[in-house]
């Protein structure tokens, strides 16, 4: 994608008309199907202006990509659009932000059919305004065709125009390119302002515009017209008569007799072919009703089979439930086992804690007790004897009688013991001498 200026707003100079023109579209690698013939054609039947340069596309030429000038849809024109633009034209294509080939066929359609439309309500007086169109119609992007745009009414007493072609076959391939002044003239283009696009998918403003009660009243008023028919009111006459186009030449007007014959025979096509659809639905629907009865009796069958399967489901449903009873009885039970075990295993935890404590008061108070002292002491007293009696053997040049314990009256008993008796051995574990011949 890419984006290029539309036209200045000032007059374009002669140097700006071979300027670069792309505008974002969605149409890039779908070639031209017109040729050199159609192309004259085309001229002939919509009177293209000469000034403007209608050309083919060259390889790899694409609609929303030119070399220079724009692209247009052979479709646009069918469906009433005339170059160089006018000047409702260029300002609703201001307004939106959008291209002249960004519009799909009804779009414009609608654009030109509403301009006729206006001016047959007012007698010419007062002309269509961008506000009135999209008071009226929504712009919208078409979701399958990114880049492209359509107009939707807003509410139903808002689709003004009738009877719009609801398909247009293969119109993409179909289109050549113009160059120069296809804004507008230069007079037209230097009073109205007509900027360049901005976004690559437009400018949307979707915002619905505030009319007041004189333009409601117009659109009322057009509203109740009764000719408000697309083929009707986008003739080359009308557009002649209300300056949407030039003075029809009288090939454009054969071409115009030609196409509306044509849409006359296809739509009579379209009613026989009807009527063939009308008789081959009724013998589809007597077959139908055929397979109705076989359906109804085969229906009965299965609601049988049916009743028979919900009472066995009933009885299932019962043992269910009896079941289901149960276990929720044997889980009312392990809950209650499982609250006294918590209680049983709290009362353990609680004499635990009191065994543990009764322990530590028991061993506190022996260790305060006189016994426990005396115990000390006579310990240490024995041990201090066993130690002087080595030490006298081992140096029995030192007297250690000088040394005296002090451990008050109560372990006086001990020391009063006698090394030999202290170091007696008992006579159960005394071993006989190896040179005893009586031992």
């Known amino acids: 994608m890419s984006g290029s200026k539309a036209g200045p707003s000032s007059a374009p100079s002669s140097t700006q008309k071979d300027e670069v023109e792309t505008i974002y ?6 070639p031209s199907k017109t ?33 220079f000038g724009i692209g247009v849809y052979e479709a646009y024109l069918l ?10 034209a260029r300002e609703l294509l201001s307004w939106l932000g959008i291209g002249l080939c960004q519009l799909n066929p009804n779009a414009w359609r609608l654009i030109v059919s509403m301009q006729v439309l206006w001016r047959e309500v007012f007698e010419g007086d007062r002309p269509l305004t961008v506000d009135e169109f999209l008071f009226c119609y929504k712009p919208s992007e078409i979701s399958q065709s990114r880049g492209f745009y359509q107009f939707t009414a807003r509410r139903k007493d808002c689709r003004i125009i009738k009877s719009l072609v609801t398909s247009d076959r293969n119109w993409k391939t179909e289109f050549f390119f113009v160059s120069g002044f296809w804004a507008g003239r230069p007079v037209d283009v230097s009073r109205d302002s007509f900027p360049p696009y901005t976004g690559e998918l437009g400018n949307l403003r979707v915002r619905r515009p505030s009319l007041n009660k004189f333009y409601l009243g117009r659109v009322q008023k057009a509203r109740l017209h009764p000719e408000r028919d697309f083929h009707s009111l986008v003739t080359l006459q009308r557009l002649a008569i209300w300056g949407l186009g030039p003075e029809p030449s009288p090939e454009a007007l054969a071409h115009e007799i030609t196409i509306r014959r044509r849409m006359a025979t296809m739509k009579e096509n379209k009613g026989k072919g009807a009527m063939s659809k009308f008789i ?26 049916c009743k028979g399967w ?56 022996f260790r305060a007790s006189k016994q426990f002292t005396d115990l000390l002491d006579a310990n240490y007293a024995a041990g201090f004897e066993d130690f002087r009696m080595e030490a006298k053997e081992k140096f029995p040049e030192v007297d250690f009688s000088p040394i005296v314990l002090q451990l008050g009256g109560a372990s006086s008993s001990f020391l009063q013991t006698s090394s030999e008796d202290v170091n007696v051995e008992d006579d159960a574990s005394t071993k006989p001498a190896q040179d005893d011949p009586d031992a």
């Not at 209650?336 to 008061?361: G, I, M, T, Y």
């Open 79 to 88: 469906g009433g659009l005339r170059l160089p633009l006018n000047t409702f």
């Open 280 to 305: 081959a639905a009724s013998r589809q629907a007597t077959e139908l009703d055929r397979t109705r009865l076989l359906l109804e009796r085969r229906i009965k069958e299965v609601k049988d089979e």
């Open 35 to 67: 040729d050199e013939r159609k192309l004259t054609s085309l001229r002939s039947w919509y009177q293209i202006p000469d000034e403007l340069n209608p050309r083919l596309a060259v390889r790899d030429e694409w609609c929303c990509q030119p070399r």
């Open 25 to 30: 579209s969605c149409a890039v690698g779908i």
């Open 310 to 365: 919900a009472e066995t489901a009933a009885e299932a449903k019962d043992a269910a439930k009896g079941l289901l009873d149960l276990v929720e009885e044997l889980k009312a039970d392990i809950v209650e086992k499982d609250s006294r075990l918590d209680h049983f295993q709290v009362k353990v935890d609680e004499l635990s804690n009191s065994l543990v404590r009764a322990k530590d008061e028991a061993v506190e108070e």
